[in-house]
C-alpha cells in the first residue's frame, strides 16, 4: 500500500491535477475499473477541496470528456512512476539530480511489489473488471488488509486519497493557502 501511494504522490508531484480527476481516479480504483458510476459519482462531489495541496490544481470544471481523459492520463502517470521505481537507471538517474542530498525523490523497488502495486491501479485504464465488487461500507476489515485482500487494499487506498484531498471537516472558511 505504501508503495502505492509513493506512486500516486510520485505522479501528482510531477504533474499537478485536478482535484476532480484525482476523485474519479480514486473512485474508478475502489470500484474496480468502473469509471462511468466513478465519473458519475465525482460529478457530484459538492464540498471543497484542501487547497493546501501543491499537487492539485484549482478546479477547472471539466467537461466529461476532458475528465474522463485527465484520469486515464493520471492512471498512465501513476503506473510510469511505479515502472520507474523498479528501473534500476531511473532511480540512479533521479539521484544524480542531488549529488549532495542523501536521497532522492524516487524508491527502488523490487519487480514482486511492482507487479503487486500494478494490480492496483491496472482496472482504471483496464476497465470494469468483470466479476469485481466493490466495498460496500467504510469498515476497514484489517485482517483483510494485512492479507493483500486487493478489493480491501484498493478500498484502502481510495479512502487515503480520498480523504485527503476531500477532508470530512473542512469548510470554506477553514480551506486557506
Avoid at 29 to 36: E, I, S, T, Y
Avoid at 87 to 99: C, H, I, L, T
Avoid at 144 to 161: N, P, W, Y
Wanted: proline share 5%; glycine share 4%; with cysteine.
Amino acid at each position: 500500500m505504501l508503495v502505492a501511494i509513493l506512486a500516486f504522490h510520485k505522479a501528482l508531484s510531477d504533474q499537478p491535477t485536478d482535484p476532480l480527476v484525482v476523485a474519479a481516479f480514486s473512485l474508478a480504483v475502489h470500484n474496480g475499473g468502473d469509471l462511468r458510476e466513478a465519473l458519475n459519482i465525482a460529478r457530484r462531489i459538492s464540498k471543497p477541496h484542501d487547497v493546501t495541496f501543491h499537487e492539485l490544481l484549482e478546479p477547472q470544471n471539466l467537461d466529461s470528456k476532458v475528465l474522463k481523459h485527465e484520469v486515464m492520463r493520471l492512471a498512465t502517470s501513476v503506473q510510469s512512476a511505479l515502472t520507474n521505481m523498479t528501473d534500476e537507471y531511473s532511480v540512479s538517474q533521479a539521484m544524480a539530480k542531488y549529488p549532495k542530498a542523501p536521497y532522492s525523490d524516487l524508491v527502488f523497488i523490487p519487480l514482486g511489489s511492482y507487479l503487486k502495486v500494478s494490480k492496483i491501479f491496472e482496472c482504471v485504464r483496464g476497465g470494469k473488471e468483470k466479476g469485481f465488487v466493490s466495498k460496500q461500507g467504510s469498515k476497514i476489515d484489517h485482517e483483510l488488509l494485512a492479507l493483500g485482500s486487493l478489493r480491501e487494499v484498493r478500498h484502502v487506498f481510495a479512502r487515503v486519497v480520498f480523504d485527503t484531498v476531500y477532508p470530512m471537516n473542512l469548510t470554506q472558511d477553514s480551506n486557506y493557502t
